[in-house]
């Protein structure tokens, strides 16, 4: 099993900054991918940005350029990195880890508003 816990939301100005972090607990080893997701009010689940094991990364056409997702391994957490904020990009962020068959662990996210 892997437990994840995400930290760092908030309330940040437009043109802003937030890092997320993810912290893992558990059988980390077996984690194939892990991906961040947001979710805004009355909006479907969007995929943001991924990053395989071996380091390859992959980020949504919205967030390109100003989201950077990372992973420190001896801290066993991925991060988030949000810069050039933009009040559409106020959600809740989740990380999602996958052990190669879909994003089977999740955590509880946590909240970024983004004010004009």
């Known amino acids: 099993q892997v437990r994840l816990a995400e930290s760092g939301g908030g309330l940040v100005q437009a043109g802003g900054s937030l890092r997320l972090s993810c912290a893992a607990d558990?059988?980390?080893?077996?984690?194939?991918?892990m991906g961040w997701y947001r979710q805004a009010p009355g909006k479907q689940r969007e995929l943001v940005a991924t990053r395989a094991r071996g380091g390859t990364t992959g980020y949504a056409d919205s967030v390109k350029g100003r989201f950077t997702i990372s992973r420190d391994g001896a801290k066993n957490t991925w991060y988030l990195q949000m810069d050039s904020l933009k009040p559409e990009d106020a959600a809740v962020y989740y990380c999602?880890?996958?052990?190669?068959?879909?994003?089977?662990?999740w955590g509880q996210g946590t909240q970024v508003t983004v004010s004009p």
């Open positions: 558990g059988i980390i080893e077996n984690i194939s991918l």
């Open positions: 999602a880890a996958s052990r190669g068959m879909g994003y089977e662990f």
